[in-house]
């Protein structure tokens, strides 16, 4: 059956390396140095750097999602919203 389940092009290749990074490297991060503990933000509710990083990823889904709704192609402007979403939520929520 192999991969061929799947049409494997560059970017879709590279989205799931993206998670996969994302997962060793909050893991890396996790080990040297832990930080567990929940933080409470503007949301006011207590969450932890995995539930951070999430929110960050199902929120980008959505981001990406509406802009090819309403733009369609290049996603450039979806992948700097996303980071900008990224970097609010890991201060602030």
Known sequence: MGLSW?????????FFLFILGCLVGMGIWEK????????????RIDTTRGDRLF????GSAFIFMAWLWAFSTPLWGG?????????FVFKWV
């Open 79 to 87: 992948l700097i919203i996303s980071i900008g979403w990224g970097l």
């Open 6 to 14: 799947m049409a494997w092009t560059g970017p879709t290749a590279a």
């Open 55 to 58: 929110t960050t990823l199902v």
């Open 32 to 43: 040297y140095s832990p930080g567990g503990n929940p933080r409470r933000g503007i949301l």
